[in-house]
């Protein structure tokens, strides 16, 4: 089943922002879904959106698409604009190891929709839908300090992911 969820309008500010209303005066809906949920058109949108932000605009080229996009399991979240356009996403899916741990990945923004705070809402939204489980990212590094607002903490060194340097992050829940 497709969950939406409109985000509110608001003001445009930075990516560092976590309040709703870091929009501009576009509405933006935020929609839930597997992959096999989406429509054709909306599978192609994600896939275009990946493939420019990470294979393109950061010239690592590799395969995006992979089997953890269709896994029964993956949740994928989407802002859509009124006109039907996907302008950020991520993904959020379980461990294989099978020990409660979530992950959220294939976190971006198309660059004309960036500082606007739209990440922010979908990895809030993300964590909601792990509920009270550990999650774990591979943040991009300079990235860190924007991901420690929501509760992550380094777990790990360095590591290069192609030819981008990423670092290992968790949030355990407290108390």
């Known amino acids: 089943m497709i969950d939406r969820d409109p985000i509110p309008d608001g003001s445009a500010v930075d990516d560092t922002a976590t309040d709703d209303t870091a929009l501009d005066d576009t ?3 935020v929609i839930a879904s597997s992959l096999p949920e989406l ?49 950020a996403t991520l993904r959020v899916f379980g461990s294989d190891a099978g020990d ?7 976190v971006c923004t198309t ?6 705070g739209i990440a ?18 591979g943040a991009q590094a300079y990235l ?17 992911d192609g030819r981008i340097p990423h670092l290992p992050m968790r949030r355990d829940l407290l108390g």
């Open 39 to 87: 429509g054709p058109l909306d599978v192609h949108a994600l896939y275009k959106l990946r493939v420019d932000v990470f294979v393109a605009e950061q010239d690592c080229p590799y395969a995006e698409i992979d089997d953890v996009d269709a896994d029964p399991g993956t949740t994928h979240l989407l802002a859509r604009t009124t006109d039907g356009a996907i302008v």
């Open 100 to 106: 409660g741990v979530m992950h959220i990945g294939r």
């Open 144 to 160: 860190e300090r924007w991901y420690e607002q929501f509760g992550f903490a380094r777990c790990g060194p360095d590591y290069l």
């Open 111 to 116: 660059p004309a929709w960036r500082g606007r």
């Open 120 to 137: 922010a809402r979908l990895i809030r939204r993300g964590l909601v839908l792990c509920r009270d489980r550990p999650v774990e990212i």
């Open 27 to 29: 509405a933006l809906e």
